[in-house]
């Protein structure tokens, strides 16, 4: 990947995977390691049902488990921004991972059924609390000509640990004698392990603003000031923010769409007696567009407003959700998966990225935290919401759909400034 270039516009600098990764400092380095880490760790929310099945549970009780579990990172993600600031990334991701190991491995040694769900939400909780901060950090140790690459190496490493999560854990629980037991102390050994890495590679709080990245002209000045002015307001003043509000409803009606391919439409799949290979190659080509090709892809659309990436993505999210109206198959299956997959790569990594840029650095953390929250609460309402209209409209609930996303368009056309990122500096 690193071979292919993006010619930068100012300078005879080159923007890519490979140049990228050699001018950030090693703490960089850790937080995408521990990103893919901390996704490859996450057996606990694929396992949970089977896990508590396993115990004699009821389907009813191992189901809401799986809810106290989204629940409890939603919570955990909020939290975690109101504290990055105060912590600092070190601090959140050794307490994050390392009371997350204790209480995953301690799971499966629980008696009962309340204190087994009191673990659940602590460690969805806890297992969060890093993310803000480390996205703050990885976003202040970035040039602003490398946001959106750097974002797209991020997402890499979460799409990557998601994918072989299920196989490291499905061979845990087979080298374990088909018992939890490996699953879960794997698990709480890789949270640890991430906890010592960050210990010993990120800087402290006091040192991280010694670290940060040069930004710039105009934002350089406006970061500036804004780190004269006292570090007030959190979430409060983040609020006060419109054209940055709209952006989070946006991010969340583009969460909450993007959730039916997972949810309702496994449900119009099977109501429509297609068989389940086709929606089984349509998830798998999701995956495969998006880590073969969004790095590749990102050194283009680096250089791209904002607005015209994000806005594409809205809008090819909605392109491929109403295919699924026409009469479901193969073909209509696999061609809507395809065209907002596209969607995602090209403008995934400028959402991820705007929020670092959208606010003042002294409430960067608010932004990036509010943003994760957002998308953490749209993917636990999408499948609620699109279960409600599939089983009042059953097929007709695509259109539907898409008009979200299409609202969700108008929203970051208002919200997201217009003009060019900067390619070098």
């Given amino acids: 990947m690193s071979g292919v270039t993006q010619e930068a516009t100012d300078g005879d600098e080159k923007v890519t995977v490979g140049a990228t990764l050699r001018q950030a400092p090693l703490a960089a380095k850790t937080l995408l390691v521990g990103v893919f880490v901390n996704r490859l760790s996450g057996f606990l929310n694929i396992f949970l049902v089977l896990f508590l099945s396993s115990k004699g549970y009821s389907t009813g009780q191992a189901a809401f488990a799986l809810g106290v579990y989204g629940s409890g990172a939603i919570v955990g993600v909020f939290f975690g921004g109101a504290l990055a600031s105060r912590l600092g990334a070190r601090n959140a991701s050794v307490i994050s991972m390392a009371s997350a190991s204790v209480l995953m491995a301690s799971m499966i040694y629980l008696p009962s059924y309340g204190l087994i769900l009191v673990a659940v939400a602590l460690v969805s909780l806890v297992g969060q609390l890093y993310r803000p901060a480390s996205a703050t950090l990885l976003s202040d140790l970035t040039p602003a000509n490398r946001q959106v690459m750097i974002f797209a190496m991020y997402r890499f490493g979460i799409n990557l640990g998601a994918t072989i999560a299920p196989l490291l854990g499905f061979a845990l629980y087979n080298l374990g004698d088909r018992s939890y037991a490996l699953v879960f102390w794997c698990e709480g050994l890789i949270a640890l392990a991430y906890a010592a890495l960050a210990w010993r590679t990120l800087p402290p709080r006091s040192a991280q603003a010694a670290l940060t990245a040069p930004q710039a002209g105009e934002e350089a000045d406006e970061e500036a000031a804004a780190e004269d002015k006292p570090r007030r307001g959190g979430y409060a003043a983040m609020m006060r923010d419109r054209r940055y509000v709209l952006y989070l409803v946006a991010m969340l009606l583009y969460a909450m769409v993007y959730a039916q391919y997972l949810s309702t439409l496994p ?108 998308w953490s609460l749209g993917t636990a309402l999408g499948p609620v919401l699109g279960g409600w209209l599939f089983i009042q409209l059953e097929h007709l609930v695509w259109p539907v759909v898409a008009v979200g996303s299409l609202v969700a368009t108008m929203l970051v056309l208002a919200a997201v400034p217009g003009r060019a990122r900067p390619v070098a500096e």
């Avoid at 290979?277 to 791209?304: D, M």
Wanted: net charge neutral; hydrophobic share 55%; glycine share 12%.
């Fill in 267 to 374: 449900l119009d799949v099977e109501a429509r007696n297609v068989a389940v290979l086709w929606y089984t190659l349509a998830v798998s080509l999701n995956g495969f567009i998006v880590i073969c090709f969004e790095l590749l892809l990102t050194k283009v659309t680096q250089a791209w407003p904002h607005r015209l990436t994000i806005s594409l993505t809205l809008v090819l999210l909605s392109a491929g959700v109403a295919l699924y109206g026409l009469p479901l198959g193969p073909a209509v299956i696999l061609l809507g998966t395809l065209i907002w997959s596209l969607g995602e790569i090209i403008g995934g990594p400028a959402s991820m990225a705007y929020p670092g840029i959208a606010g003042p650095a002294h409430l960067k953390a608010h932004y990036i935290g509010g943003f994760q929250f957002t």
